[in-house]
């Protein structure tokens, strides 16, 4: 069962892991592609937070932010194979912050092509991350071992 388990976080984590890979060689002095896409909805997402909340997104590089989604997703996804709560933690943030920014299909129309696209790959997204939640779920449901005290021994003369 061990065995089937690891096999398992392996297939999952490798959607992170090579995916942040591909980022990574993609990557150049601006960014690569991952930024050019992600630029713009950024700012369709900022300006949509401050207008209905009234808070400010301050201004960043956007290479810096696909640098840190590529570690979160390459971090994570190694330490989520070795079974590490962390690495679940650090997938589960990275889709927390990406997904509602990259898959906005709020912003379109029920009648648009990219109103189905967009939604049917936020879902997949969700999927990813109740899976996520099922694995920190379930790791914090399993008691630790804990070591038996051994009796003394009584010394007989």
């Not at 065995?3 to 959607?15: D, K, N, P, Y």
């Not at 290479?63 to 070795?82: D, E, N, P, R, W």
């Not at 962390?86 to 990259?102: F, K, N, R, S």
Request: hydrophobic share 50%; charged share 15%.
């Amino acid at each position: 069962m061990a065995f089937i388990s690891f096999v398992g976080r392996v297939l999952f984590a490798s959607v992170f892991i090579l995916s942040a890979w591909q980022e990574f060689n993609e990557f150049g002095i601006d960014g690569g592609p991952a930024a050019k896409s992600f630029s713009p909805k950024f700012r369709v997402f900022s300006r949509h937070v401050s207008s209905h909340t009234g808070f400010k997104v301050p201004p960043f590089e956007m290479k810096h932010a696909v640098a840190a989604a590529i570690a979160m997703k390459g971090v994570g996804g190694l330490l989520f194979i070795f079974g590490s709560s962390l690495g679940a933690y650090l997938l589960l943030l990275h889709q927390a912050i990406v997904t509602p920014i990259l898959y906005d299909f709020y912003n379109y129309d029920v009648d648009k092509k990219e109103f189905n696209q967009l939604f049917t790959k936020f879902t997949q997204n969700l999927a990813l991350f109740g899976a996520l939640l099922f694995f920190i779920g379930m790791k914090n449901s399993i008691p630790r071992r804990q070591l038996r005290k051994k009796a003394p021994k009584s010394k007989t003369m």
